[in-house]
């Protein structure tokens, strides 16, 4: 089974629901070198201290989310979390 997946729409899904400002949610998808496709999510700063607070539990919980769908198509993903 070779399917494509899209990580920005299944990114924006998990998100979204989360953010107070939704309309600032930005995700570009950046390919590299190594073979890692490298996400970039930016949010406003008030969803970004939400997204990364506690540990960074939330985020964490995405990232294994994404990392087990790149992992079924043999993908590595990173995602990093920034702010405007």
Same mark, same amino acid.
């Given at each position: *089974?070779?399917?494509?997946?899209?990580?920005?729409?299944?990114?924006?899904?998990?998100?979204?629901?989360?953010?107070?400002?939704?309309?600032?949610?930005? @995700?570009?998808?950046?390919?590299?070198?190594?073979?890692? /496709?490298?996400?970039?999510? *930016?949010?406003?700063?008030?969803?970004?201290?939400?997204?990364?607070?506690?540990? !960074?539990?939330?985020?964490?919980? @995405?990232?294994?989310?994404?990392?087990?769908? !790149?992992?079924?198509?043999?993908?590595? /993903?990173? @995602?990093?979390?920034?702010?405007?």
């Amino acid at each position: *089974m070779n399917e494509s997946v899209n990580y920005i729409s299944l990114i924006e899904k998990l998100i979204r629901p989360l953010l107070t400002h939704q309309e600032d949610l930005r @995700i570009k998808e950046f390919p590299s070198e190594d073979e890692i /496709i490298l996400i970039q999510v *930016m949010v406003n700063q008030e969803d970004l201290d939400y997204l990364v607070k506690k540990k !960074g539990k939330v985020a964490n919980a @995405i990232r294994t989310i994404i990392y087990a769908a !790149g992992s079924r198509a043999c993908t590595k /993903i990173k @995602i990093n979390f920034d702010s405007y």
